[in-house]
């Protein structure tokens, strides 16, 4: 079975499993800049 092809239960069981890290946002950008790009 293809994973478009999980039902809700399926795939959010194996979504649940995945986790973000640390965030890797610095606590003060350079040159007071608010965001990088």
């Known amino acids: ?3 478009w ?3 809700e ?3 959010r069981g194996k979504v649940d499993k ?3 890290g640390r ?4 606590k003060t950008w350079k ?3 608010r965001c990088a790009v």
């Open 1 to 3: 079975m293809e994973p």
């Open 31 to 33: 040159n007071g800049a």
């Open 18 to 20: 995945v986790r973000a």
């Open 23 to 26: 965030s890797l946002k610095p």
């Open 5 to 7: 092809e999980w039902d």
């Open 9 to 11: 239960a399926t795939w």
